[in-house]
């Protein structure tokens, strides 16, 4: 018999079975067996793109889970680390982790930085569907709005910079 519900394998970490439709989870790690985990990660599943990063030493990992970003773990705990004011037409939702020293979690109306133990940083809510985020580069996360034109804010505070 095939089991069908939905998984989430995480290299390293271990795997998070949903028991029931926005339910708890199972976790399945290689010293650790979880039988009931809560923790919204039904929400990964019913979301979108599904953007998840994994730390590189495999120590912890984050979802997006549409309102709010979890933290996981190989202890199989699932915390909410940020909540997140998306836009209410999903349509208009854009998200992703982009690439930087330490985790960045770009959404639609702003981004969440964590630290390198995946810890909620700092977070901006204020942009706007036309502002957009080109790169990270030199300590700074760009963006660009035809509006606005081109500035950056401050990787490990936040601070909006100019973008010379």
């Known amino acids: 018999m095939q089991d069908h519900r939905s998984k989430l394998d995480v290299q ?3 795997t998070w079975i949903l028991s029931a439709p926005k339910g708890k989870a199972e976790f399945i790690g290689e010293n650790t067996y979880v039988p009931a985990v ?3 990660i039904w929400k990964f599943f ?4 599904k953007p998840k990063f994994v730390d590189p030493h495999c120590r912890f990992f984050l979802l997006d889970a549409v309102d709010e970003i979890l933290r996981g773990d190989a202890t199989g705990e699932l915390k909410t680390v940020a909540a997140i004011n998306r836009e209410q037409d999903s349509g208009l939702r854009r998200s992703a982790f982009v690439s930087a ?3 960045v979690f770009i959404f639609e109306h702003g981004l969440l930085a964590f630290d390198s133990d995946g810890q909620l940083r700092w977070s901006r809510n204020d942009l ?13 996360i760009f ?3 035809e509006h606005r034109g ?3 804010f401050d990787l490990s505070t936040g601070h909006c910079k100019t973008a010379d």
């Open 12 to 14: 390293g970490i271990g």
């Open 101 to 103: 020293p330490v985790p």
């Open 143 to 145: 963006y660009h709005s």
């Open 150 to 152: 081109d500035w950056a």
């Open 128 to 140: 706007k569907l036309d502002q957009f985020f080109t790169r990270v580069e030199k300590g700074r």
């Open 38 to 40: 809560c923790g919204n």
């Open 46 to 49: 019913e979301g979108g793109s």
